[in-house]
């Protein structure tokens, strides 16, 4: 086997070469998503603004009810204490709860007609292209294949909702939640 001035062969400068990028690559989109959250920073300022903007939206009646659920749900999932990621660990347990309302926000303003919107921000004072900026940095966290997962969901709670409706198990279903909780 040939060895170059470096006492190593071919094959083995290959195979460090191969160790050393994947190394790289595998700490890759890790530093990219810690950098992307830094660039979260000046949202944090405007938070209680599109706070007040969520709650607008929220009190309107235009608004699906079933988009209103999605930020209940994820209210629900930060304060119920279970997590998918324990929050003992570090970091990742912490982000874990962020996801999540960020993903839920993301849903409900996908719900929220357009003209609803821009009504509510025009009433708040928020520039449309901010709020398209800063919806753009919270969106780029989230990996792709998520997104597009995520995105699947109210069509496919609907989905489920009209078919136990269409089969008639709603009532059957409250009345066994009725008879199951109520006190003997």
């Keep these: 086997m040939a060895r170059g001035s470096s006492g190593l062969s071919a094959l083995d400068r290959d195979r460090m070469v191969a160790t050393r990028s994947r190394r790289r ?5 890790s530093i990219r998503r810690f950098l992307g ?3 979260l920073l000046p949202l944090a300022g405007r938070a209680p603004l599109y706070a007040r903007l969520l ?3 929220v009190l309107d009646e235009r608004i699906p009810a079933s988009r209103k659920a999605i930020l209940a749900g994820a209210v629900g999932y930060v304060f119920l204490g279970r ?9 990742i347990g912490g982000l874990e709860d962020l996801v999540v309302v960020a993903i839920a926000t993301d849903l409900f303003l996908d719900g929220v007609d357009p003209d609803v919107l821009a009504e509510k921000l025009t009433t708040l004072g928020i520039s449309r292209s901010s ?9 780029g966290l989230l990996p792709g294949p998520v997104r597009r997962t995520i995105r699947r969901l109210p069509q496919a709670l609907q ?8 089969a008639g198990l709603g009532p059957r279903l409250r009345g ?6 109520s006190p003997a």
């Design 25 to 29: 690559r595998g700490r890759g989109p």
């Design 37 to 39: 959250l830094l660039a």
């Design 55 to 57: 709650w607008a939206l």
């Design 83 to 91: 997590d998918l990621i324990p929050d003992s660990i570090p970091l």
């Design 131 to 139: 709020y398209d900026e800063d919806v753009a940095r919270v969106r």
């Design 159 to 166: 989905v489920a909702g009209e078919a136990i409706q269409n």
């Design 176 to 181: 066994w939640l009725d008879r199951e909780g």
